[in-house]
């Protein structure tokens, strides 16, 4: 089992960036693709974005512009720069991966405050 560590997440104001990082425990070819999801107080866990193996990307509408995924094979990572944060990214923060294998992390806090 591939495990998935996030880290990154913290207190930021709005207007400001984080870079949260995913690091697998083993090859991230372990998975078809890896996914960035979010979950606030209250609410249901949501997809922010997307990269396959492949390099294919996507985002939810409410972070097109503002978040990048991208991933570093050789080091097993995958990231998500989040830029101009308002207080509706505070949210909990996970990295799955899924394919074959299924894996989440246990999830990174973002908090964004006014």
């Known amino acids: 089992q591939v495990q998935l560590v996030e880290s990154g997440g913290g207190l930021v104001q709005a207007g400001g960036s984080l870079r949260l990082s995913c690091a697998a425990s083993?090859?991230?070819?372990?998975?078809?693709?890896m996914d960035w999801y979010r979950q606030a107080p209250g609410k249901q866990r949501d997809l922010v974005a997307s990269i396959t193996s492949g390099g294919k990307i996507n985002y939810a509408d409410s972070v097109k512009g503002r978040f990048t995924i991208s991933r570093d094979d050789a080091k097993n990572t995958v990231y998500l720069e989040m830029n101009s944060l308002t207080p509706e990214d505070t949210a909990v923060y996970y990295c799955?991966?899924?394919?074959?294998?299924?894996?989440w992390g246990q999830g990174t806090q973002v908090t964004v405050s006014s």
């Open positions: 799955y991966g899924r394919g074959l294998l299924r894996s």
């Open positions: 083993g090859s991230i070819f372990s998975f078809n693709a």
